[in-house]
């Protein structure tokens, strides 16, 4: 899978502030904070980079389709379903 940062970077202590009682509740269930943060900043940035990337090749994409709705594609005469 493509990687949008790199993930062997070193380590980076920050402070942030978040609801008080979400944070009570995930320490009862002892949940990882740091990795969770983490998974939840890597799947922002996923979809961030995703929508920046459609929102760029939005043109091609359309033509594209356009093209493919009035001509059809290649593999139409190969297809089984």
Known sequence: MLQFFDN??????TNLSINSDLLS?????????????ERALADELRATERDK??????NAIDSLNGLAEKNGL?????RNF
Do not use: G
């Not at 062997?8 to 202590?13: D, G, N, W």
């Not at 990337?53 to 939005?58: A, D, H, I, R």
């Not at 290649?74 to 190969?78: L, N």
């Open 8 to 13: 062997t970077a070193s380590k980076k202590v």
């Open 53 to 58: 990337w459609l929102k760029s090749n939005k």
């Open 74 to 78: 290649f593999s139409d005469t190969y």
């Open 25 to 37: 509740k995930a320490r009862e269930l002892k949940i990882n904070l740091s990795a969770t943060l």
